[in-house]
């Protein structure tokens, strides 16, 4: 917990102790009972000492296989307090959790009764948990809303359309990229925009996305390959009728999928040939690392935290990398992210090795249908890619 001074991070912690003893004296004891009545008390004081202390109306839990994120702060590989948190959501299907500062007695003993019972969650006020969305959250107060339309802050083309896309928006955009690890949040703030400039594109045409942005340089590759995987994923997104927010939360997600790789050295990435087992091993980190930087983002939306994290696992739940100790399907934002992902990664050119025809990839992705890929998924990627003019990526 960076960055948190030592009071701010006793609260947080004591707010995650609370909420693990709630759960298990109601696993231990009937509702009434003293016990789990003085845990219920004590969770509603937390939850106010920790809002009231980050100047926020709400606190949210994630849960990414075995591990837990509170308010984006990670608690890695955590104790027993963070080890039951996790085991009780896991098995209710909870992925996100999110308590607000109002919540009441009432509100947290039917939250301990679910929970316990396993019973399906009736809407609260206060009280929100169920998977991880594709919509944008509800804004703090007195900050812009995620998910909406930020104000330009990027040089536009002319007067008359600053809406447009150009290759200007793509360059300010990779700078930041190559900043990321630097700039953290700031870096997410001009990738929310560019990624509102890419909505506005699709809008206008499916098939007429960007300018050409050649590669100058083989380290450029992962920031090009993310954009070319947005696109896609907000191709896909959009054929599939999702509102605009929502196809700018995906896109947002699929930008960010690799931010792993940022410190992964160039040695590994762009080796020719066969990886070494400790080399492969350093590769595959870059799934978890993603995730776990992003987390300790202020603001870092949950779906890209996720995406970063799920993007190489299975559809058929088979093991794959991160290795989770309870094998889940992904998130659907992740599922479109992999396609993307292997579309792209095999039709662009590497210092390694060429290119390969369009039709190569789609083959790979239809091999890999009903395993690695959701086959209704990959048969409507195919339908896009393969009906008239190309969805084109950024070209290499």
Known sequence: MVGLGLGRAARLERLVVQLAGVMT????????????????????????????????DSIT???????????????????LHHQAIVRVLRRAGVERLTLGRGVDLAECAR?????????????SPNVVLGRVDIEAPTPEPGLREEGSRPRATWEAPSREDPHVLTALHIEHAKEAFARFRVEGAAAVSRFDELVWLFVDTLSRSTRSMLPAVPLKSHDEYTFVHSVNVALLVMAQARSFGFEESAVHAVGLAALLHDVGKLTIPLSILNKPGRLEAEEWRIMTSHAELGAWHLSQLERSAPLSILVAYEHHLRFDGKANYPLLRFPRPPNLASQLTAIADVYDAICTARPYRRARARSAALDALRNRAGTFHDPLLVGNFCRLVEEGPPVEPVAS
Request: aromatic share 6%; net charge negative; hydrophobic share 50%.
């Open 111 to 123: 939250l301990a009764d679910a929970l316990a019972a396993g019973a399906p969650w009736v809407p």
């Open 61 to 79: 839990f994630l849960v990414l296989d075995t591990d837990l994120v509170v308010d984006s702060l990670p608690f890695r590989r955590g104790g």
């Open 25 to 56: 004296a109601r696993s231990l004891y009937a509702p009434g009972h003293p016990s789990v009545d003085r845990a219920l008390r004590s969770l509603v004081e937390a939850v106010v000492a920790v809002c009231d202390d980050r100047r926020q």
